[in-house]
């Protein structure tokens, strides 16, 4: 008896049980791709195994759904492998120890992998299943999803017919999301020329801040310290003439920054007291202006000897603190679709110096397109005006909401019809494996939903057992009026 074997659906608690005892964290997913590899074989089904590990399942619709359109069934193989610091599970060669309370689903000192082996069991119960009635199925498994979507990347989708789509990938019952932003990484340099000055030695920085990530919370109006460094430095550089020696801020392109830090050369005979008095004042008004978002914001210089450094040329330092004050950052559009959901942003998330370059990276994120594209010009443009230039990497495209979907109109209906409300329709500014899909296949009409998971990522990540049986009765009813 499994520690599942008593909750319902048993087809999917079993079928998940079996996941959770094979190792699937993000780039150890080739044990998980040849279970289901087995699967397939042992019931004749049409699969297809690819270098990267991803799956596609093929099956026939059943009875009376033979000539339906076919349905794609989506999820991802891979989890995000967390323990507590006294675990002794090793995720690259265990499972993980399954517990339930009160109907809640865990692991022990581990995360669960319900995000998203959940996914993976719908769809092999529905697979297994002779009872279900359902148009001709593509279920389609991908990896390292949790690392940057990179088994869909590589994914070739020309084996997939369908048009339809039902990921299951969302974490929250009662949510149908619909879109999702696009991305893009850039990374933008201006070369820099340094000489060996004498000064007094200054370092000035930004902390305090709440950072948080550049898609989920970029609507809440956090600061980002590296912007605020360049606006500091532009009004000290007014009154007080320094020169920049290096500057440093934020970790990832996609994480507001919290922290950021510049080191200066002042006059010899720089008034220390002139010089913390207007700091003192530039964090009165940052305080001010981000007593909501970042109250903690602290704005500080401290001063060492006198000395000779290597400091960036005027002309240039003049540049690097132009283009801190004038990149574009944050919410940039709000959608006229859908009510809350930022539509364009971009976020600076690193900056740093070496000798040779000032360099600065940026998430980009859009939900339409051509707006994405927009700000990779502005960027450029910027860049190119201050003697440098920009690189961009790492493009996903948007899920576009659809004002007409079909698939989404039905999936409301039937909602309504099993819960007796509406269901939440949501789009997120952050990108899905939706959204590649809806790239690689034109016209491709799909709706991401779940059942409840909290904690994720985290070795607090729970799944809710009811939850799973409302899904699972849901998808099953959207599979058979798909006729």
């Not at 500014?429 to 994720?456: Q, R, T, W, Y």
Request: proline share 5%; with cysteine.
């Amino acid at each position: 008896m499994g520690i599942l074997s008593n909750l319902k659906p048993e087809p999917v608690f079993h079928y998940f049980e079996e996941i959770c005892q094979i190792p699937h964290g993000s780039g150890n997913t080739k044990e998980i791709s040849d279970y289901c590899v087995r699967f397939a074989k042992e019931r004749g089904l049409r699969y297809i195994q690819d270098e990267a590990n991803n799956i596609m399942i093929f099956k026939p619709g059943t009875a009376g759904y033979e000539d339906s359109a076919p349905v794609i069934l989506q999820g991802h193989m891979d989890m995000v492998c967390e323990k507590e610091s006294d675990c002794d599970i090793d995720m690259d060669r265990e499972g993980v120890r399954l517990e339930v309370q009160d109907g809640m689903i865990s692991a022990r000192g581990t995360t669960l992998g319900g995000d998203d082996g959940i996914a993976v069991a719908y769809a092999l119960a529905i697979l297994d299943a002779n009872d279900i009635p359902h148009p001709p199925l593509e279920a389609v498994f991908t990896v390292d999803e949790e690392i940057g979507m990179l088994g869909a990347s590589a994914l070739d989708c020309s084996p997939l017919k369908s048009r339809l789509m039902l990921n299951l990938d969302s974490e929250d019952e009662g949510y149908l999301l619909v879109g999702c932003a696009g991305g893009i990484s850039a990374k933008g340099g201006i070369p820099v020329t340094r000489f060996s000055a004498s000064g007094k030695k200054a370092t000035l920085r930004i902390a305090g801040l709440l950072g948080g990530h550049s898609g989920i919370e970029i609507d809440k109006g956090r600061a980002n310290a590296c912007k605020l460094l360049g606006r500091t430095l532009y009004a000290l550089n007014k009154d007080f003439p320094i020169l920049l020696c290096s500057l440093q801020g934020g970790l990832k392109d996609n994480a507001i920054p919290r922290d950021a830090t510049a080191t200066l050369l002042l006059d010899a005979d720089a008034d220390e007291s002139q010089i913390a008095e207007r700091i003192k004042e530039m964090q009165q008004e940052y305080q001010n202006e981000y007593r909501k978002s970042d109250p903690n914001v602290t704005c500080a210089m401290t001063f060492s000897e006198a000395g000779t450094a290597s400091a960036i040329t005027p002309d240039i330092g003049k540049n690097i603190i132009a283009a801190l004050v004038n990149f574009p950052n944050g919410i940039q559009r709000m959608s006229f679709d859908i009510e809350g959901l930022v539509q364009t942003s971009l976020n600076l998330g690193i900056m740093k110096t070496s000798d040779e370059e000032f360099t600065c990276s940026f998430s980009i994120r859009s939900s339409v397109e051509t707006e994405k594209c927009a700000l990779v010009e502005q960027l450029e443009c910027l860049m190119e005006s201050l003697g440098g230039s920009l690189k961009t990497t790492g493009e996903y495209p948007a899920w576009e909401y659809r004002p007409d979907s079909p698939l989404r109109d039905l999936m409301v209906e039937v909602f309504e019809d099993q819960y007796g409300r509406k269901p939440v329709i949501q789009a997120i500014h952050a990108g899905v494996e939706c959204g590649l899909f809806a790239g690689n296949l034109p016209g491709l009409d799909c709706v991401s939903f779940g059942p409840d998971m909290k904690g994720i990522h985290t070795p607090a990540e729970v799944l809710d057992a009811a939850s799973v049986l409302r899904i699972w009765e849901y998808t099953l009813e959207v599979l058979k009026r798909l006729k």
